[in-house]
Each structure stands twice: as C-alpha cells, then as structure tokens.
C-alpha cells in the first residue's frame, strides 16, 4: 500500500507539526479570507475556493514559516536569512515581533523599497553584489561570527510546517477538497500543504504548480532525483530556484501527485483576472495557481478545489508594465 | 435644536427604511469585509476601517440600491435604466435575481466590456448617441412604451436606504465611530449612509468627498441651494454628475457635516496605495475616501473613522494608465 508506504518513510515533517505551527500561529498570523467567485466556477467548471495570503502580514504565506521558526528558538535569538523577496521581510517581521535581532543578507541591487521596508521591521540590512559574491557565504560567516540562527526559506522543518497552515485553514473552512493547487518554488510551502492535505483529508490529490521556464520540480520528480537546472527567467520572481530543496523534495516525491507549468503570458491573464473579476491584487508567483486552472492544465471539472494565492507583493508600476506588454 | 429640526423635517429616507433595506438584503447581497491596516493607521494618525465594497455583488455597492427598489416592485414589473457605469449592471443583475426583465439604455460607444456584462446578466441593452439625444427622453419613453419602471441611480428612497446598509453593515462591525467618510455623486451613497449613521450613532461626524472639478454638492451646500456646475473632467467616473440630486440632497443638506473634495492625482496616489498596501483593487470613484485621508484634508487623528469603499470596477489596462502617468 502506497499509503503505509508513506507513513513509513520518515519525512522530515509531518501533521503534527502543522497543527502545532497553527497553534503557534493562533492570534498572531491573519487567519485570511477565502473566496469564490461564480465567474472563476463558470469559466473553468469547478467549485473553486481561493485562500487569499495576499492578505497576510508581510502581503505573503511567508510570515507563517518565519514565524514558526523563529518563536521556536530560545527567546532572544538573533537571527539571519538571506533574500531579496518575501522570506526576508517575513524574516525581519517576525523577529520583530518575539523581540529578536535580525540580520537579513540582500543585493546591493535590491528595490530600495524591499530595503526599507525590512529596516522598517528593525532589521539590519547587509548588502553583498550578487554577481561576484556568494549570499549563502556571506550569510553562513555571519551566523557564525555573531552567533546568529539563520532561517532558511524552505529548507527547514518548521519553516515547512508553518507554511502548511495555510492549507490546514483553507480545508477548515472549505469542507472537503477533491484537489488541492499549489505553487511551487524552493517547495516549502508545497511541502507543508501536502502534509496538511494528505494528513486531513487522504485522498486528496495535490498539485504543483512552476512557471514553465523554473520546471526544476517537474524534472527532479520525472528523474525521481533533484535535477538542478540554470536559474530560470521568469515573471514569477518567488519562484525563481534552479532545484527543489533536498528536504522538500523528500516530501514533495511521497506526497505531490502532479506538477503542471504554466507561462508567463498564462501568469499575467490570471493576474488580471483576479484584479477585474475578484478585485484581488496578486503578485505573478501568487497567481500560478489560478493560471493553471485558467489554461485548462488541471481538470477541475465537477470538483472542489483549493488554491493557495501565495502573495500579493507586486509594485503597481511592475503590474502597469505586466499588464500593459502585448503578451499580456 | 438641530437634531430636533432634523428629526421634524420629513425627509424622503429614514432609518427605518434603512433597516428593512437591510432585511430585504440579506443572504442576497454580499456582507462585504472591513479591512483595517497598520500602515493607514500609522500614516493617518486614527484608526481606519475600510469598507470593501468593492467585493459586492456587480463590484460596487450600487447592487444593493438597485435590488432594495426592485425587489420592493410588484413581483413580474419590468424594469429600465440608464447609467454607462456601475448602475446598470446592478439593476441588470437585481432584475435577474428577482426574475425581472431589464432594459438598460447605454450610449452607443460603451465599452464593449460593459456591454457584454450587462447582457450577461439577460439584460436587454437600447443604444443611444450621447452627441445628439437626450437618455432621459429615451428612457422615460421605453418605459411608457412598455410598461417599465424606471430605476433611477440615485433619485429615489428605494435606492438610498438600499446604498444606506453599506454603512449601516460597517457601523454594526467596527463599533462605535467618530466619523464616516463616504464618496459623493448624485448623492445617493452618502443620503443613505447619512441616515444609517446619524440614525444609530448620533454624534458621528458625516463627510463626503468629491473630485474636484466635480465639487457641486460643495457648492450647493454652501449656497444652500442646489448647483449645477460643467460635467466635470476627472478620472472618477462615478463621481462625474453636474448637480446633486433633489431627494438626495434634501437629506444631504441637513445629515451632512462637511464636505471635502481631492485632486485625481490624490486619487491615483490612493489607488497606488490600496493597491500595494492592503492588496485591493478599488476603482477611482472608490478611493476618494482614502485620498482625502492620505492627503490630510480630513482630520482622523486619534479617531475612530468608517470610509467605504464604493466600487473597485476598473480595467487593468486602465489602472496601468492611471499609474504609470507622470502624476501617478
């Protein structure tokens, strides 16, 4: 049985851990709304049930992993992490909150608007040049020279564990789901839904969604190994990874049923279909889910399906120019 | 006393037409949510609850105006209207729910989106050319003709104590609220929302807000008597209307307590920040509240205030135009 299978592997993350990431989680994350919408139903065929993370602190499901991690350390813990996206400031905001230090490690190049907005946490920000110095390095010294707990974007059980929490409250409030879609980058947050959708509700299919150009995910499953591929041009900067990480790949091959790709002119027509029609504003990573059920690639027809909007991150000029290109 | 003078003046809506607009609609039209926000907060200095009406049914509050008048007509009663904007979806939609026909007369060089919208609700569409006839004459004599009855957008108690239960939704939610700030067309958003508030909350400060070219309730109220201005150049398409309404502004002229009106630039700005900070998309004629806010002209410091958030009914294309001009 596939299943005993499963519970026999030892995953690096498992339900338990979810349900305590949401208890964690209780009062401190925004337990976000989940819509519908009758045109999304008749255009594709389903029952459809969106959970908005948009609308979560830090405008993205990423606070839920930070935060999980971080209030798990002994109290005072410094901090460290290193992105240019939505993990850093779920970083800076959640350590904020427990009362630590963080560092966060970003180019010299990064939006002055993602820079101040992580110093606007109380975090320090520490630049190195993307092109001739190696983040991971530069993140590693400093840990060890300040003596600083680094939080990984996906690459860390509780960091999985408390992205599942947003599937866990979409099955709470959805009844039961026949599908579940999900975005997938370095596999954090898919690895946590899986965990939270198999654990709840068996036989529930889960499905992955990469922009074709970062299908990194799709080639390790189809290899049944981690395949690294060159760092993927996409409009869908959350989930520009050239491998899936090696504990997310554990749990992504026992419990992901599929993985679909989508393109990015597919990202933008879902971007705008969720601003004209549900008037939710959603960044290009957040919107691959809704792309996909768009273009027809996963069959919802007749069923109840879930889909994670991871984030909502998108400066109104990058969607002015998104929107605006003849693709789009 | 004023509130004496006010309670003996025989107004054309009270609360209690409120209120059973509110029975009439409920389970029908969308309680919509109350957003609040750290960072409006923070910037404004009170603290804000936004209400999102732009999740109503149609994308604008208009729907419960338009389903309160025809839901209250003899069951069967054909109906007829005449807007280029958000009206005539919701009174195509209302008629539809109720099991009535519609016809909306539209100028000939609608966009074709509205159009079609508005057929999509089963709606009958009459063209007119808005260079050389007149919609009114059209209208009324399609409802002579053919037995219709006429659902005006604003000039009607129907539709102001229907537009009132926004208001009366987020009193019931936020609590006990110092100010209200509503957007002013024709009248009938802050008529209704004028009596919903100073109905349950006596002291509650009512303010409207206009674009400023289209500032004629401003004008009229400080004449005392009803002024016609140009129909007015702004990009809040709403709020472009060269007069207050009769009704409307015979309860507007007593409920209201100052009127303030914005800048399109301080509408773009609002939009901007709706848009990137709470990840709403809410249309210009919609974001008049917070731009009055953000630009200071409305005094919240340390209070409590309720702004509604009329309609959130803008292309993405459109919104890329507005943000991406050298005054965005």
Request: net charge negative.
């Amino acid at each position: 049985m596939q299943r005993t299978e499963r519970a026999q592997k030892r995953l690096p993350v498992g339900l338990d851990d979810v349900l305590e990431a949401a208890r964690r989680l209780d009062g401190v994350a925004i337990r976000t709304p989940v819509f519908t919408s009758r045109t999304l139903d008749e255009r594709v065929g389903g029952r459809i049930f969106l959970k908005a993370e948009n609308f979560q602190r830090g405008g993205a499901f990423k606070f839920r992993g930070a935060y999980n991690k971080i209030s798990s350390l002994r109290p005072g813990t410094g901090v460290a992490s290193y992105s240019s996206g939505n993990h850093a400031q779920a970083v800076a905001l959640a350590a904020s909150l427990v009362g630590s230090s963080a560092v966060i490690v970003m180019p010299r190049d990064a939006p002055e608007q993602k820079v101040e907005a992580t110093r606007g946490y109380g975090a320090e920000v520490v630049f190195y040049d993307r092109y001739s110095e190696d983040r991971d390095e530069i993140g590693r010294r400093l840990a060890v020279e300040r003596g600083l707990t680094l939080v990984p974007p996906y690459e860390d059980p509780f960091v999985m564990a408390g992205q599942g929490t947003a599937s866990l409250e979409l099955l709470e409030e959805a009844g039961p789901l026949e599908a579940l879609v999900v975005p997938v980058g370095g596999g954090g947050l898919i690895a946590g839904s899986a965990t939270a959708a198999k654990g709840t509700q068996g036989g529930i299919e889960v499905i992955g969604v990469e922009p074709e150009a970062g299908d990194d995910t799709r080639r390790s499953l189809a290899a049944g190994h981690r395949v690294k591929i060159a760092v993927p041009r996409t409009i869908a900067d959350g989930l520009q990874v050239d491998a899936p990480g090696e504990l997310t790949f554990e749990v992504t091959r026992l419990l992901v049923d599929q993985i679909v790709a989508v393109s990015d002119e597919q990202i933008v027509q879902a971007m705008v279909f969720l601003f004209e029609r549900m008037k939710l504003v959603v960044e290009p990573s957040g919107a691959v889910g809704v792309a996909a059920l768009l273009a027809g690639l996963v069959d919802v027809s007749g069923r109840r399906v879930g889909v994670i909007l991871s984030g909502g991150n998108v400066a109104a000029r990058r969607f002015a120019e998104l929107v605006s290109e003849p693709s789009g």
